[in-house]
């Protein structure tokens, strides 16, 4: 009798991590932005803004005519640039790669198993002609660390119609403020960016930079939820809170939106009316908030569930700072709870 009521037990449990999970997985489903990528015969320098479902690299590039994909993986220490991609990375521990199985028994060295978020990829295209390679995925505040006083392989979201320049991007990170940064050129070979003052950034491109000392620097705007990489509701939480720091040295007007929604998403803002009292209002289609040099703004946010008309809803916060930096926030909600 007792070992039937553990077992219930154990079983009731189970269906409730389950629950969990699937609803989780649910509410995740939808929030994707979609990246485009032309890729040329060669070596391809690419920044992912987001992780694909499927993240597999079998799966994310089938049907794409790659030799092997590969990304960089520092341990830490100081590394200076490859000049030449198709240099033998594979003596280089600091590097992962991924063979398809076209490359016969070199598909045995592949150590590289999915792609993430916030990384960047070198891509060996076959063939002689562009291939446009789409993909799908969630976007991520998350960003991998600087490795101090060596060159970083890295990118950023910035505004594909309307990109920053590198040195206005950089110029208010001392580690990275007038350090030397390389681009690859379609020939294959890192070319130095002689004039980062009028050179453009490209939405989805990997360079090399060289950090100087220590450095968290993920752009102009510091962008924080109250916790976690994400604004997500699930099907209890009542509030969340975000906060949006200028860390640059002008004037920002950094703007807010939904995009990418499946379904109504009735997100509420709180504000003071003209008395000062407490009020929760519709957040608009687009939120603005004008933020001197240091300045801080706080979001206090909720979702108004009676208005929802599916169970869970999905969409992605997109904030930009009005000069080409993009952070894109999965944000969902489930119907139940508060």
């Given at each position: 009798m007792i070992r039937k009521i553990?077992?219930?037990?154990?079983?009731?449990?189970?269906?409730?991590?389950?629950?969990?999970?699937?609803?989780?997985?649910?509410?995740?489903?939808?929030?994707?932005?979609?990246?485009?990528?032309?890729?040329?015969?060669?070596?391809?320098?690419?920044?992912?803004?987001?992780?694909?479902?499927?993240?597999?690299?079998?799966?994310?590039?089938?049907?794409?005519?790659?030799?092997?994909?590969?990304?960089?993986?520092?341990?830490?220490?100081?590394?200076?640039?490859?000049?030449?991609?198709?240099?033998?990375?594979?003596?280089?521990?600091?590097?992962?790669?991924?063979?398809?199985p076209s490359r016969g028994?070199?598909?045995?060295?592949?150590?590289?198993?999915?792609?993430?978020?916030?990384?960047?990829?070198?891509?060996?295209?076959?063939?002689?002609?562009?291939?446009?390679?789409?993909?799908?995925?969630?976007?991520?505040?998350?960003?991998?660390?600087?490795?101090?006083?060596?060159?970083?392989?890295?990118?950023?979201?910035?505004?594909?119609?309307?990109?920053?320049?590198?040195?206005?991007?950089?110029?208010?990170?001392?580690?990275?403020?007038?350090?030397?940064i390389y681009r690859l050129s379609n020939s294959g070979i890192w070319e130095f960016v002689q004039n980062p003052s009028s050179t453009d950034m490209r939405s989805g491109e990997a360079f090399w930079i060289y950090t100087e000392g220590s450095s968290d620097y993920a752009g102009p705007l510091q962008i924080r939820p109250d916790s976690g990489y994400d604004l997500n509701f699930y099907k209890t939480l009542e509030k969340r809170i975000l906060k949006i720091r200028n860390i640059s040295s002008v004037t920002k007007?950094?703007?807010?939106?939904?995009?990418?929604?499946d379904a109504a998403f009735p997100l509420l803002k709180f504000t003071l009316d003209d008395d000062a009292n407490d009020k929760w209002v519709a957040f608009g289609p687009v939120e603005s908030v004008v933020l001197a040099p240091g300045k801080e703004d706080i979001f206090r946010l909720a979702v108004r569930r009676a208005d929802m008309t599916a169970e869970i809803v999905n969409a992605i916060l997109e904030i930009s700072d009005g000069a080409g930096a993009l952070y894109r926030i999965p944000i969902s909600a489930g119907k139940g709870g508060i």
């Open positions: 553990i077992s219930s037990l154990i079983f009731l449990l189970f269906m409730i991590v389950l629950s969990m999970t699937s609803a989780s997985s649910a509410a995740y489903a939808e929030s994707v932005v979609t990246q485009t990528f032309t890729l040329h015969p060669g070596w391809n320098a690419i920044f992912l803004e987001v992780e694909p479902n499927p993240k597999d690299m079998a799966s994310a590039f089938n049907g794409i005519p790659i030799s092997s994909v590969w990304t960089w993986n520092p341990r830490g220490l100081a590394v200076q640039y490859i000049q030449n991609p198709s240099e033998a990375l594979i003596k280089q521990s600091d590097w992962r790669a991924y063979f398809p028994e070199d598909a045995f060295l592949t150590n590289l198993f999915n792609l993430q978020a916030n990384r960047a990829y070198l891509v060996e295209v076959t063939g002689s002609n562009n291939v446009t390679w789409t993909v799908s995925g969630v976007p991520s505040l998350k960003r991998r660390e600087w490795i101090p006083n060596s060159f970083n392989l890295t990118g950023f979201a910035v505004d594909p119609d309307s990109p920053p320049v590198f040195g206005a991007f950089f110029t208010d990170s001392k580690a990275h403020t007038g350090q030397a007007t950094v703007s807010l939106k939904l995009i990418n929604m």
